[in-house]
T-cell receptor, first 113, second 116 residues
Framework: GENVEQHPSTLSVQEGDSAVIKCTYSDSASNYFPWYKQELGKGPQLIIDIRSNVGEKKDQRIAVTLNKTAKHFSLHITETQPEDSAVYFCAVRGPSTLGRLYFGRGTQLTVWP | EAGVVQSPRYKIIEKKQPVAFWCNPISGHNTLYWYLQNLGQGPELLIRYENEEAVDDSQLPKDRFSAERLKGVDSTLKIQPAELGDSAVYLC??????????????FGPGTRLTVL
């Protein structure tokens, strides 16, 4: 199956700074890359996703970039706020995995006021 | 619109006891997923249903786990007997899949299982 590596495992930033989380994957045929935010005691919530025919996607303070050649994609959060504090997961789906998402191990983001 | 509903939210049982989890997907979603999330890790797929058919159950430990999705709507995941290592969060997700580009998955809050 797909191998998804996510870094860093923990990230602390000051309010207003930017945060970047990176993921790499192994299957070059993978074509769908969502990012989820999980707060304590809740299920993962989709915050942004990108498909392989697009290199970058932005939604207000959140952006995702995809480098298919290098097989990595990144989540960028600008102007961070304390409510951005949560665990963020990247995921990957390939055309041969029948809808199965492979998740990274998560990044605990803490935004200090 | 209501999201994915799961119950119970928490369950504590002794080992060797049976346990069942229930999931109600988003209305109209044809695909339902059960994931297992161990502490400090990302979710891992256990089983995926397209309508009432289980199309991917390769990661479901069939000796003790079973699942059903009657009438292609609600689903139940069962463990019998439970083992200590089954302590985890069990997540349900659903999506409306009409093409390869429309499979965004939406998750429920999960059921946290503790096996003593």
């Amino acid at each position: 199956g797909e191998n998804v590596e996510q870094h860093p495992s923990t990230l602390s930033v000051q309010e207003g700074d930017s945060a970047v989380i990176k993921c790499t994957y192994s299957d070059s045929a993978s074509n769908y890359f969502p990012w989820y935010k999980q707060e304590l005691g809740k299920g993962p919530q989709l915050i942004i996703d990108i498909r392989s025919n697009v290199g970058e996607k932005k939604d207000q303070r959140i952006a995702v970039t995809l480098n298919k050649t290098a097989k990595h994609f990144s989540l960028h959060i600008t102007e961070t706020q304390p409510e951005d504090s949560a665990v963020y997961f990247c995921a990957v789906r390939g055309p041969s995995t029948l809808g199965r998402l492979y998740f990274g191990r998560g990044t605990q983001l803490t935004v200090w006021p | 619109e209501a999201g994915v509903v799961q119950s119970p939210r928490y369950k504590i049982i002794e080992k060797k006891q049976p346990v069942a989890f229930w999931c109600n997907p988003i209305s109209g979603h044809n695909t339902l997923y059960w994931y297992l999330q161990n502490l400090g890790q990302g979710p891992e797929l256990l089983i995926r249903y397209e309508n009432e058919e289980a199309v991917d159950d390769s990661q479901l430990p069939k000796d003790r786990f079973s699942a059903e999705r009657l009438k292609g709507v609600d689903s139940t995941l069962k463990i019998q007997p439970a083992e200590l290592g089954d302590s985890a969060v069990y997540l349900c997700a659903s999506s409306l899949v009409v093409s390869v580009d429309t499979d965004t998955q939406y998750f429920g809050p999960g059921t946290r299982l503790t096996v003593l």
